[in-house]
């Protein structure tokens, strides 16, 4: 795997971050109360998003314009005392710099006009220059992190290559990725390479994100859940690791969070990595999850020979929870809160929910879900 | 609860059972091979399926078509030596003779006309006579019980009530099962009302079909995964529970298997059954899987201080594993019959997929599963 130069910095001054509770929970250090943010937190559910983006045009130019992204990320901040910012954007922003010809059909998803099916379509993806090709995504990061002023810290993010695959093979999303998995079962090889150019644009891409601004990084994994147990370590889970390492090399002190959905049987896998974060989505009890990861920490620090530092946990409630009424959101955050710290310490959780918050959410539903979690007395 | 009558025995005199290796296997019974089915192994992949289909016209027509349902359920076993014949239909008769109206749209699954959003709605639903509104399913089983004339054992099945309430609550099929989620935390009581006639109807069904000459059943809870841990055990488990419970009592000599897609995480929760087998889907290891269920039986036994027996596993090849070559396809099934039978005992499994055979799948390929799998020494 070649990759550019490492080691860079955050290339501007930004101001001192004020709200350092996510960060502080995810080294384990003493918090006053549980760090709280949403997977796709600026979103359809808020009638400010719907404004903007009405007024972008499309999803795509609205990820390609640096104000408007800007305001989009800073909308729930007003409304809700969310612990983190993320980067408005898109997971599939690789494969579409790459030319693959991403296009969004009412009602359909995402949908690629040049799926890669054959070796030609393989060896004609270029090798890319994040900082052109995707340099808007770099001036959404740093625009942000501005207006962000300290307030809370901003992740950074990107698809796994396995869910980029996916996407960039099947020419959309996907029921049964009949042709995803024909690679995998029939011609192995075919999809390690594309996995692994994947890799390093991902190394790039995130690289690139810290050096605009972002504090923090997620690695969405969203469809690693459809793998089975050896396909999940060999075709996701390796490339994620790498990524990691390499990351973590080159910004030790930027946290990582992967986040798998339907991964909740992988969380041994997934401590095998640098991540400092494991997100969840809703199928498995905190309790449980912690109960796994202190095992598996004792047995990586045993098979590895050197001390593995504990992960911390981020999500894990069921979007449509926030469909309830306010009594059954505070009783099932309590419920969530109670599993994430069974285990004994009061730090080490990030509350989330297990996946993006949908469109039909009344956004004070939202609202009673993070004031929820601050209320409770850790 | 009320349910009909009980303890009836099926009403026609058939032919001995030749081939019972799946039977024994279930019962932990030394078997010669191990035994292997395919969830809709009379599909679309088949030519000869997709002929008598098109003569039938739409798909329920050919499930109401007596001969033509025995004629496609017979169509595997002329090619394969499979050890299990499942009955042709589909897991949304119920609700179809419920009076919502099932219809298919090309390329979009199973809709139904009047789905079920308030009150009113589920007032409306009768108690189902199933020898009445479902006795075109009632025949098909016999017809196909006197063909296969003691060939193999004959599975009978349903879907479980959670799995049908989302399809009749969403009316069709759904990615984030919106409006069953709402119900669920918003008006659990509701969807508790909705379950419990769809359990009743369940239980009726599937004794119906024991009657008419079912010797295995099979409860599909295709969409229990879902749903939230807690939320699994409440709306799904519960149910599945009782209908297991009441059929064990009414045939304690017919089998019965609890297949929950993406229930892999609740396999403890599962246990805690009458069934005599849980079907898996491909995310989970069998080793594991046979780790889990010993813990179980364990820690029920000790729970409610009667032994419990130890359930067989079913499953749980990835259905895309059949695109591959047939090497590929004969490692796997290595591998995966290694897992299930690490445990130590020899017998207690039955092979299959972890989910049904998809339509892209060469037929030479699903013989080359079925043989793998009678090939391998246990």
Known sequence: MSVSDNSRSPKHEFAPLKNDRLLRAMRFEPIDTTPVWMMRQAGRYLPEYKATRAEAGDFMSLCRDTARATEVTMQPLRRM???????????????????????????????????????????????????????????????????????????????????????????????????????LYSNPEFLHQL??????????????????????????????????????IDFSHAYNKRIVAELKQRHPDVPVVLFTKGGGLWLDVQADSAADALGLDWTMPLDRARQVLTESQRDLT????????????????????LYGSPESIRSEVKLMLDGAYAGGDKTGYIANLGHGITQWVNPDNAKVFVDAVHDYQI
């Open 81 to 183: 005392d969310l612990d983190a910012a993320i980067l408005f954007s898109d997971i599939l922003t690789i494969p579409d710099a790459m030319g693959l010809g991403l296009y969004f059909e009412t009602g359909e998803g995402p949908k690629f006009k040049h799926p890669i099916r054959q070796q030609a379509d393989l060896d004609r993806l270029p090798t890319l220059d994040v900082n052109d090709s995707l340099d808007y995504v770099m001036h959404a990061v740093t625009s942000i992190r501005k207006e962000l002023n300290g307030q809370v810290p901003l992740f950074g993010f990107s698809g796994s290559p396995w869910t980029l695959a996916t996407y960039m093979i099947e020419g959309g999303s996907s029921k049964d990725y009949r042709y995803t998995k024909g690679f």
């Open 195 to 232: 996995l692994d150019k994947l890799a390093i644009a991902v190394i790039d891409y995130l690289d690139a994100q810290v050096v605009a601004g972002a504090q923090v990084l997620q690695i969405f994994d969203s469809w690693g859940g459809a793998l089975g147990h050896r396909q999940f």
């Open 302 to 321: 045993k098979r590895h020979k050197t001390l593995q530092g504990s992960k911390a946990i981020q999500g894990n409630l069921d979007p449509a929870t």
